[in-house]
């Protein structure tokens, strides 16, 4: 009787995919996924907003366009924290987050003809922390990155 031949298989995986593969925090709506090409002291979430996904952005309207609204870009801010909280073995209950000198330098209008609109979110320490978004637009016609907020 001849013994079947034994078949060796080598996995080869690039780092993006492994990272996606083994994220601990699942996709938020608002902030998205860490990113993995972000570093360990400036941690960034990359989203996707859709209308299609997000129907409640329709009632926030300026002059007829779907606006995000500022309590989104707010929120934000605690999940972010938490999830870098989590992921370090800190303890998250209980925490008072304080928000001082929110600024916003413009709105996220997303036109209807829009696919998706990009946003990052980085956490970056200052004496406390502070926040940068930054956002992408996506449409048919041309992909704009504007910065908002601090």
Partial sequence: MLEAPRITSHWCERRASSQCRKRQFLRHD??????????????????Y???????????HVIN?????????????????????????RCVWRNILCRFRQI?????LLISEDSVEVETYFTLRKYST????????????????????GR
């Fill in 30 to 47: 608002l902030l998205g996924v860490l990113s993995h090409d972000c570093l360990p002291s400036e941690p960034t979430w990359q989203n």
């Fill in 49 to 59: 907003l859709r209308l299609s996904e997000l129907p409640w952005m329709c009632g």
């Fill in 64 to 88: 007829g366009q779907p606006m995000f609204p500022a309590r989104g870009y707010i929120r934000m801010a605690p999940e972010a924290m938490r999830q870098v909280a989590i992921a370090s």
């Fill in 103 to 107: 600024v916003l330098d413009g709105a």
């Fill in 129 to 148: 922390f502070a926040v940068k978004f930054h956002r992408t637009r996506r449409s048919s016609e041309s992909s704009l990155p504007r910065r908002m």
